[in-house]
């Protein structure tokens, strides 16, 4: 253990639906900016429009090249000189359908990687009915770490986090949009990814109420231990934490659990 700390800034943005989707564009990108010391800065879940504004979903979706805030997040992460898991937008594909998509800059500005959300939330309504879904594990590989992307609802499919750790994953990163009357389950299962995978866990939410649900922040960064290294509270607020990425492999030496997996593994 003991390599160069890995920075992280979670970023919990309020999604106030009087402040115009450009203007909160501008708020975020000053806030990454702000955080220029940082090695990774995540924001959380559909920001720009609302996890839960689905009558604006259509009207706001953008495409990943050339779209608003794919352009201000990049322009910020060059800025910064950060890697920026800049949340997810609502993703117009050139074909068509929407996605709620998550985006990946390097420091030098380039979309490193997308994640499309696998699990849309709403049963038959929101989300659900309007997204098509994701079908890829995304775990792109950084200079300090492997991170495993996953969004919001995905949380509550233990399944795709097994994917993710056999796909290489050390650092978990989830951004959401989750209500406040589960506040309870979000800080059980972001725990529980952490536990079972081994993994860091960085799960960043919003603050504040649209369309009439309010949103429990809450934004966490859980060690593979399980322990809570810094946790938000409703508002908007940015906590900043130090990973250690050899704690992964340690913890997973020391108390070797994925090892003794017998069901699902993968075909070698
Ligand atoms: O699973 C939940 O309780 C919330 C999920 C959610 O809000 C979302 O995926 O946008």
């Avoid at 650092?171 to 952490?194: E, N, T």
């Amino acid at each position: 253990m003991g390599g160069d700390p890995v920075r992280a800034t979670l970023v919990q943005i309020d999604v106030d639906p009087a402040e115009k989707a450009g203007d909160r564009r501008e708020r975020a990108a000053a806030l990454v900016r702000s955080h220029s010391g940082a090695d990774l800065v995540v924001l959380p879940e559909l920001w720009p429009v609302g996890a839960f504004a689905a009558d604006d979903f259509a009207a706001e979706a953008e495409p990943l090249d050339g779209g608003p805030t794919a352009l201000a997040m990049s322009a910020a992460a060059r800025d910064a000189g950060v890697w920026l898991h800049a949340g997810s937008i609502v993703e117009r594909d050139p074909d068509g359908p929407l996605y709620n998509t998550s985006l990946l800059f390097s420091p030098d500005g380039e979309l490193h990687a997308a994640y499309r959300k696998i699990h849309r939330f709403g049963f038959h309504e929101g989300e659900a009915a309007l997204m098509s879904a994701g079908r890829e594990i995304v775990a792109p590989r950084l200079p300090h770490a492997v991170l495993g992307l996953a969004t919001c609802y995905d949380l509550r499919f233990p399944e795709q986090f097994r994917l993710l750790v056999d796909a290489g994953a050390e650092i978990l990163v989830v951004p959401a949009g989750w209500p406040a009357r589960r506040l309870a389950h979000w800080r059980l299962l972001v725990q529980a990814r952490a536990v079972e995978s081994q993994c860091y866990v960085l799960a960043c939410g919003t603050a504040g109420t649209h369309a009439g649900v309010e949103q429990a922040g809450h934004s966490m960064a859980v060690d593979p231990w399980g322990e809570i290294l810094a946790e938000a509270g409703p508002g908007e607020q940015s906590l900043t934490v130090d990973l250690d990425p050899a704690r992964v492999a340690a913890t997973r030496a020391d108390f070797p659990v994925l090892r003794d997996r017998v069901l699902g593994l993968p075909t070698p």
